[in-house]
């Protein structure tokens, strides 16, 4: 079955970074686009970053541009969202999603069929 399980959430402080990193197993990772959401406390879920399946073009949210770099392993079935200069607006709970097909990319939670369970992140000082 398929599973996406991320890691890599904490505590930072305003200008910190962190990385985090969603393991995925139970179906041939290198042939689907993937992506991260998130979702803040009182908040919907927002999209903020995907990946196609080769790694050869990648898309942010506005919100995270040029903070944020997401990048993907696909010998170690591994998609990764390197967080710089973070924010106390990126407090949220961070998930990763599998796209319906190699270069589906959205922002549209409907448009992925896996979800992880998430990891948190808190920007505090």
């Known amino acids: 079955q398929v599973q996406l399980v991320e890691s890599g959430g904490g505590l930072a402080q305003p200008g910190g970074s962190l990385r985090l990193s969603c393991a995925a197993s139970?179906?041939?990772?290198?042939?689907?686009?993937m992506s991260w959401a998130r979702q803040a406390p009182g908040k919907g879920l927002e999209w903020v970053s995907g990946?196609?399946?080769?790694?050869?073009?990648?898309y942010y949210a506005d919100s995270v541009k040029g903070r944020f770099t997401i990048s993907r392993d696909n010998a170690k079935n591994t998609v990764y969202l390197q967080m710089n200069s973070l924010k106390p607006e990126d407090t949220a709970l961070y998930y990763c999603?599998?796209?319906?097909?190699?270069?589906?990319?959205?922002?549209?939670?409907?448009?992925?069929?896996?979800w992880g369970q998430g990891t948190q992140v808190t920007v505090s000082s």
């Open positions: 999603a599998k796209g319906r097909g190699p270069r589906l990319v959205s922002i549209v939670p409907s448009h992925y069929d896996y």
């Open positions: 990946i196609y399946s080769d790694g050869s073009d990648t």
């Open positions: 139970g179906f041939t990772f290198s042939s689907y686009a």
